[in-house]
Structure formats: C-alpha cells, structure tokens
C-alpha cells in the first residue's frame, strides 16, 4: 500500500536558518505529493503540491521537488522566520488508475523557529 | 464565512454524555472527510461522503456515528465514549472524492479539541 516516511522532529532552529524537512514515499504508479502546515491550535492548511515528476511546488518561500527517481519531496526554505514555526505534514494521493484517492500522510514534523 | 468551519472549538464530556460535532464548507465541494488527529500519531481517517453518501468507514467504533444531511454539511454524532477518544477531530472537503484529475486536494478546517473524561 501507500506510505509516507518523513523525518522526526522536533526541529529546532533559530531565525534565517535553512530548512530541510525529509520525505520520501512508497507508492505505485504516479501520486501527486502534498506539503500540508498546521499552525498552533489551527487545522491543516495546503503549504504546496506538485503532481508529476520534476516539478517544483513553491509557496512562502517554501519549496519542494518530486524526485521520482528518489521518490522524495524534501521541504525547503532559504530562511526560516519565527511564524514558521508550526508541524509540517508530507502527504501523497490520487494514483492514476488506482482507486484509492485518499490521502496518505506522514506522521508530521514540529518545527520551531527561536528568534 | 469562507472555507471549512467547525463547531465547537473545544469540547469537554463524560463517557455517558452524547454531543455531536458540526462540519459547514463553503467551497462548494462534494466530497467531506473526519480525521483524527492523536498526539504522536499519523491523521486516521474516519469516514468518507461523496454526494451525501458514505464511501468509506475505516473500522470505526459505532460510538462515532457520521451524518451528512446535504453536500455542505457534515456531523459527528459522539456517544458513551472512551477517554483514549480525546483527541483533535478535523473535517476536511474536496472537490469529487474520485476526481477525473490526478489529485485529490482536501481543505481542512479548524478542529475540535475533544477531551473525554
């Protein structure tokens, strides 16, 4: 079955620091791939996706590539701000000509961010 | 309002109480979902409806009890349940459940911080 293998937190950097959040996947056929951010005491937000291979998601200066070869999604981010502090979720969905459109997600990373 | 809303936010209950959870989007979707989110865990997903009806049930007790009145709302009835039911409840909705496109992109609301005592 679908599975999602991110690395475990927490992380801790300080502020302007570079991100790296790990993820890589066991899925057959073609997934789209997800990062997911819950911000304290809120819900799942979508940070970024990408749906086929070499592409890149990019959103809040956050960044992420789907390496098929690796099969990997690495999060990253050139400078981390205090307000980035949250869990971050690695998730994959939709295997073209599967049935099962549902959501797999890691188990989340904490990251916190000291000015 | 915009996006997925959930009330209440926060709640507290006994093991015989009975108290339901409300889900509202405003997306115009057709598919809903409740997850639960445990500490140190990965999200479990609990139901699944597509156009109102229930498509998935992954073993969940029958102390939760899903309804989906219409495309827009979502409910969780709770009863007589277990401290180790504490946790944070999340609905999310998307576009179709089986889309004709490659993804499946869900929109979460807030939660509710359920604490059983």
Known sequence: GNSVTQMEGPVTLSEEAFLTIN?????TGYPSLFWYVQYPGEGLQLLLKATKADDKGSN??????????TTSFHLE??????????VYFCALSGVRGGSNYKL????????TVNP | ETGVTQTP?????????KKSLKCEQHLGHNAMYW?????????????????????????VPSRFSPECPNSSHLF????TLQPEDSALYLCAS??????????????????TRLTVL
Do not use: I, W
């Open chain 2, 94 to 111: 998307s576009q179709d459940f089986r889309p004709s496109g490659r993804h499946n992109e869900q929109f979460f609301g807030p939660g």
């Open chain 2, 9 to 17: 936010r926060h709640l507290v209950m006994g093991m015989t109480n």
């Open chain 1, 77 to 86: 981010k050139g400078s981390v701000q205090v307000s980035d502090s949250a």
């Open chain 1, 104 to 111: 797999t997600f890691g188990k989340g990373t904490l990251l």
């Open chain 1, 23 to 27: 993820c890589t996947y066991t899925a």
């Open chain 2, 76 to 79: 969780l009835h709770l009863h």
């Open chain 1, 60 to 69: 809040k200066g956050f960044e992420a590539t789907y390496r098929k070869e």
């Open chain 2, 35 to 59: 997850y639960k989110q445990s500490a140190k865990k990965p999200l479990e997903l609990m139901f699944v409806y597509s156009l109102e009806e229930r498509v998935e049930n992954n073993s």
